[in-house]
Each structure stands twice: as structure tokens, then as C-alpha cells.
């Protein structure tokens, strides 16, 4: 599985593979959500994706780090689990951690994935902590967790949150072809009517248009992410578009969900786009 093929928060797998692609790639990423199967493939996913080195922004799926990774048995991906017998991952298999992490790896990198770190008990986390600030060269720490309210802050804060949602719903074909429409437009530089025309069927609707609104926004952030991971080699007028779209779609969410008017919000998102 890979970044790009995920089934479920598939904008968070293309934000992550814009960050590979562009080289932003902070030390320590948090993955929060109910749904263990849905935050492991994900963290798998991104830990594959950090480790290959041939890939662009996303792992390669051809390459011996992703065949190893496949086969389970890549020697730089790391995952620190419960164990059966405890009620919760200690300080010892962190000081086991910080130890191999002495050794350079076998790679580029070294992925470690912490499998619900929730259950961290205070004095594992605090050991973690350590290692977050003071990073060793190279390594990655992709913390799962089901939610963050019984981790320290200070873990929290040192890391690049995401919070998952669980049965990501599909967009309907309406909203896909009108992101898409508009996509088309920003990169046409097409007026402020014509974009305004396109999202004719959101502002006339009557009682749900906010949530019509807000879907939209994910699909067209996804497109223009696509696009983005495209092109993120060049540094045309094109790269600008996009970065200039992708901040007036999260002033638009934000916007609302705060409860603006619909109406208003697209039109104004229209406007810087
Ligand atoms: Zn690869």
C-alpha cells in the first residue's frame, strides 16, 4: 500500500506525499483516530514512503526498500508495540529504542512506527520525549495513536499532528466534477463569475449547501495537492496558483465551520482563487 492508494484519508496521504516531495519533512508526525487498522496502514504507508529512496513523494513499490518492506523484513523500519502480556508500552522498550537508534541505519533513514502510543505510561513517554527533542540524525517517529488526551503535551507538542476520520465517505459525482471544473479555472486564470457560475448548484441549494461547501473544499484541495505533487519540480506561476488556492480553501473551511454564511464564503473564495 502506498501513500497515494490509500482507502481512507486519502487527502492526508497526498498532504503527506506533497511534505516527501518537497523535501518538508519534519522528525516526528502524529496520526490520531479511533480505527487501528485504518492509523497502522497509514503509518506503514508514510514509514514505506520515508524509507524508499527512489520515490517521488511517495514510495516506489519497485525499489529493494520497498520489496524488503513488503516482505517485513526492512531492517530500518522499527515499530514499538504493547506487549500481549502488559498493560502498557514501557520506559524499558523505549531505552531499547534510544539504543539502536546509536547505530546508523542500514539506509537513509530509520522509520519508527509507535503502535498505540496512547498506552506510553507516563514514564515511557517522558523517555520519549528526550529523543523528540533531541532527535538522532535521520529517523523518522510516526506515533499511532487512538487519541491524544492521555499523552503528555509536551510529546504532542514536538510532533506534526493529523487527526484521522474514520469512513471517509466518497464524494458525489456532482461535487468531484465541479472541484475539478474549478481546478481547471484557477489554472486557466478564468474571472470571478465564470468560477462563481460553477458552484451555481451549492449556492442555490437550500438547506444543506454548507456541507456540499465544505465537501467540495476536500475534493478541491485533493486535485490541486495532486497537481501540486505534479508539478513541484518547477517553480512556475502555476506552483504559486496552487499555494495561493490550497490557503483560501482552508480560510473557506474555516470560515465554515465557524458557521459563515455559504454563500458568502464561496464567493469569496472565488475571489482569491
Ligand atoms: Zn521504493
Request: proline share 3%; net charge negative; aromatic share 6%.
Amino acid at each position: 500500500m502506498s501513500l497515494r492508494e490509500l482507502d481512507h484519508n486519502r487527502s492526508i496521504g497526498l498532504q503527506l506525499c506533497a511534505l516527501l516531495e518537497r523535501g518538508r519533512l519534519v522528525h516526528a508526525f502524529m496520526f490520531a483516530g479511533s480505527g487501528a487498522e485504518m492509523r497502522r496502514e497509514l503509518g506503514l504507508a508514510f514509514a514505506k514512503a520515508v524509507l524508499c529512496p527512489e520515490g517521488a513523494g511517495d514510495a516506489c513499490g519497485k525499489c529493494l526498500s520497498c520489496r524488503k518492506f513488503e516482505d517485513g523484513n526492512h531492517e530500518d523500519l522499527i515499530v514499538v508495540s504493547k506487549p500481549k502480556d502488559r498493560a502498557s508500552i514501557t520506559v524499558g522498550q523505549v531505552e531499547e529504542l534510544q539504543e539502536r537508534l546509536r547505530f546508523a541505519p542500514y539506509g537513509r533513514n530509520y522509520a519508527v512506527i509507535i503502535e498505540d502510543s496512547q498506552l506510553m505510561n507516563p514514564q515511557a513517554q517522558n523517555k520519549l520525549l528526550k529523543l523528540l527533542e533531541e532527535p538522532p540524525e535521520g529517523v523518522v517517529f510516526i506515533l499511532l495513536a487512538e487519541s491524544t488526551d492521555a499523552m503528555l503535551p509536551t510529546v504532542v507538542s514536538r510532533c506534526s499532528c493529523y487527526w484521522l476520520e474514520e469512513g471517509e465517505k466518497k464524494a458525489s459525482d456532482d461535487i468531484v466534477r465541479m472541484a475539478r471544473d474549478l481546478a481547471r479555472m484557477i489554472f486557466e486564470g478564468a474571472p470571478f463569475y465564470k468560477k462563481r457560475d460553477a458552484l451555481k448548484d451549492i449556492l442555490d441549494a437550500r438547506d444543506d449547501g454548507r456541507l456540499m461547501a465544505l465537501e467540495l473544499i476536500d475534493v478541491l484541495e485533493e486535485v490541486l495537492l495532486r497537481e501540486a505533487v505534479r508539478l513541484s519540480a518547477s517553480k512556475g506561476p502555476d506552483m504559486a496558483r496552487i499555494a495561493a488556492a490550497e490557503q483560501a480553501c482552508s480560510e473557506a473551511r474555516r470560515c465554515l465551520r465557524q458557521n459563515h454564511n455559504t454563500g458568502y464564503t464561496l464567493k469569496q473564495l472565488c475571489l482569491r482563487i
